[in-house]
């Protein structure tokens, strides 16, 4: 559903570089759908071997220290990104579960600035979809994978307090 929703809304120039998490068994499976979108130029895709791991950080509840070792394995699979960050102009970032229902906006933001939905969640930003200068975003995902991995903090209190504490707009 998410590379379909991706081939209909991508802009006419896009890459992807996907990393993802598969069990062993479907890495095969996983490619095969990869390769039925071939409006979608993936210029480079890296699958883990899915495993059970232990949380790393002390949170509030069982289910919480869960929800926030996949975060913390989902920043780390974005900062693994390497060398595509150097060659776009431009990066998306968005959750697998999202379904893209209108064109992707990929402006050419200015170094410094991102866009999220205009959706709010609680009062905070909605951290399921992002836009901006690749440089900037990179950024913004090393910083991300660098507060996980030293606090228990959830998705969109800890973009809020990123986009602060980087100085972003």
Known sequence: ?????????APANATLAVRAVVSTDLFGATNASLRLHTALRTVSATFFEAHDSVPIQTCD?????????????????LTSVGNEWDAADVAVLWRLDTELVSPIEAPALPAGCVLVPHLQSGGLL???YLAGHAATVRRLVTARAALLESECVYGEPALVRLLREL???
């Open 126 to 128: 909605n951290d399921r």
């Open 167 to 169: 100085k972003l707009r």
């Open 61 to 77: 509840s069982a289910k919480r220290a869960a929800e926030h070792r996949n975060e913390l394995e989902a920043a780390h699979l």
């Open 1 to 9: 559903t998410t590379l379909a929703s991706l081939e209909r809304h």
